[in-house]
């Protein structure tokens, strides 16, 4: 309970710094990626070649979050519907392995980034005002950002990818 409260305080503390900006420059794939291992759900080790021509967002979720496990369902249709077009990397908040080796597996994702869950945290504060999860950070095929509330176009257009790019 004491590590939770300070995880809160930690989060509450940092929101103030991004008050004015939606995020801090735009993220850029090797911000995410650059020596970063790649895991499957194996636990191995795999080439970021498997992402390659796919739009890849980064999943921010943690097994203990409420509305993380009901979007997870969504998001799951969602790639299961769209596989030729889209992955997507799980990028866990959980404190310890376990609970994220068992949220990894039970979530039915491919991929899982290889980074601690303070190292995943920094990442994700450093890109935007807010920090809530469920959150997906996504890039194109050509590795360039474009948005970071996929989740929301997830939600609101499973089935319309138009509208995600104005087509």
């Keep these: 309970m004491k590590q939770l409260f300070t995880f809160f305080i930690f989060i509450i503390s940092t929101l103030g710094a991004f008050a004015n900006d939606k995020y801090i420059g735009n993220p ?21 070649d498997v992402l390659r021509g796919k739009y890849v967002g980064f999943y921010f979720s943690a097994s203990w979050c409420g509305p993380c496990k009901k979007f997870t369902k969504k998001l799951i249709e969602f790639r299961n519907r769209h596989s030729d077009k889209f992955e997507f990397v799980l990028v866990s908040l959980d404190a310890n392995r376990q609970a994220k080796t068992d949220y990894f597996a039970s979530s039915k994702l491919r991929y899982m980034y290889g980074q601690s869950k303070n190292e995943n945290f920094v990442l994700l504060k450093s890109h935007m005002k807010s920090v809530k999860i469920p959150s997906v950070i996504l ?7 474009i948005t970071d509330v996929a989740q929301k176009y997830i939600v609101t257009y499973p089935n319309d990818l138009e509208k995600w790019f104005g087509k």
């Design 139 to 145: 890039f194109n095929p050509d590795r360039k950002f």
């Design 28 to 48: 850029t794939w090797d911000t995410f990626m650059k020596d970063q291992l790649l895991l499957d759900v194996n636990g191995s080790s795999v080439s970021h």
